[in-house]
């Protein structure tokens, strides 16, 4: 079965710093993995989304994450936070078996605390 | 830029009751999903829906949930004899035959009193 991990159910970090949101993922075939972003009172919003390509995959709002499989993560990062980056995130995964269409396990999110 | 829909936005109901929630997803996608978020907690899959038929379902989806696609674009979620537990926030969701990404409705909030 497929799971993701999401390592701190809450980040904050001071405007200008680094974001780094943990994903670990645990799947026995090559997963496709997801960040979406979920703004207060809003749906989810994909951010990136990595499905056998590059590792490093780069997404809206100046996002991006790697794939690394040898630690099975995805972590998210964006150099610099801004204060419209408050807001929550949740890392999925989706099964690939046998080319279906099978549905996303999402992590528990990371809130995401932007300080001034 | 095409989205998914999702009406009501909110919809207050007694316990006991039933409820539909719409959804209008992509008009070219092919795959239509339910899923839910219980205030505070993570998205949690409901079901799946591809060729007019469930292709998977959770075990939260029990035999008083029920999802159709009535008219070729509409996908409606219903719950019957509705519980406290099933105040939530609603989210439809549709994907394309290749991409292997979901897009998301804004959500329907169901609060069972």
């Known amino acids: 079965a497929q799971s993701v991990t999401q390592l701190g159910s809450h980040v904050s970090v001071s405007e200008g710093a680094l974001v780094l949101l943990r994903c670990n993922y645990s799947?026995?075939?090559?997963?496709?993995l997801f960040w979406y972003v979920q703004y207060p009172n809003q749906g989810l919003q994909l951010l990136l989304k990595?499905?056998?390509?590059?590792?490093l995959v780069k997404g809206i709002n100046g996002f991006e994450a790697e794939f690394k499989k040898s630690e099975t993560s995805f972590h998210l990062t964006k150099p610099s936070a801004h204060m419209s980056d408050a807001a929550e995130y949740f890392c999925?995964?989706?099964?690939?078996?046998?080319?279906?269409?099978?549905?996303?396990?999402f992590g528990k999110g990371t809130k995401l605390s932007v300080k001034p | 830029e095409p989205e998914v829909t999702q009406t009501p936005s909110h919809q207050v109901t007694q316990m006991g009751q039933e409820v539909i929630l719409r959804c209008v997803p992509i008009?070219?996608?092919?795959?239509f999903y339910w899923y839910r978020q219980i205030l505070g907690q993570k998205v949690e899959f409901l079901v799946s829906?591809?060729?007019?038929?469930?292709?998977?379902k959770s075990e939260i989806f029990d035999d008083r949930f029920s999802v159709e696609r009535p008219d070729g674009s509409n996908f409606t979620l219903k719950i019957r004899s509705t519980k406290l537990e099933d105040s939530a926030m609603y989210f439809c969701?549709?994907?394309?035959?290749?991409?292997?990404?979901?897009?998301f409705g804004e959500g329907s909030r169901l609060t069972v009193l």
């Open positions: 969701a549709s994907s394309g035959p290749s991409t292997g990404e979901l897009f």
């Open positions: 799947s026995s075939v090559p997963p496709y």
């Open positions: 990595y499905t056998s390509a590059a590792t």
């Open positions: 999925a995964v989706r099964n690939t078996y046998g080319g279906s269409q099978g549905n996303l396990i």
């Open positions: 008009s070219n996608h092919l795959y």
């Open positions: 829906f591809y060729n007019n038929e469930i292709s998977e």
